[in-house]
């Protein structure tokens, strides 16, 4: 098992900036990527970035340039770095370990709780 804490969401105005934070720990050995999702009020989960072994990360289009991932390995912890938000940012943000192929991330069965990012005027 693994077992995933995020932190880090709250309320922003628009072009503003938070970092979340998602700290790992159990069976850690057994995966090689982490990844954060996001889902909005009546919309499917969608993946917004994730970063594999090797320092490899990949974004959605939405938040190129905007949203930066990134780890330390020695906490075991990795975060998402977001700035120039917008309200369309808005949503519950889950860190997931899962498993990077070399072409693409899949998911596996690790979810953290989740933390509400509201970003409103």
């Known amino acids: 098992q693994v077992q995933l804490v995020e932190s880090g969401g709250g309320l922003v105005q628009p072009g503003g900036s938070l970092r979340l934070s998602c700290a790992a720990s159990?069976?850690?050995?057994?995966?090689?990527?982490m990844a954060w999702y996001r889902q909005a009020p009546g919309k499917q989960r969608e993946l917004v970035a994730f970063?594999?072994?090797?320092?490899?990360?990949n974004y959605a289009d939405s938040v190129k340039g905007r949203f930066t991932v990134s780890r330390d390995n020695a906490k075991n912890t990795v975060y998402l770095s977001m700035k120039n938000l917008k309200p369309e940012d808005t949503g519950v943000y889950y860190c997931n370990a899962g498993y990077y192929s070399g072409t693409s991330f899949s998911p596996r069965e690790y979810w953290g709780q989740g933390t509400q990012v509201t970003v409103s005027s």
């Open positions: 970063i594999a072994s090797g320092g490899i990360t």
């Open positions: 159990g069976r850690i050995f057994s995966i090689n990527a």
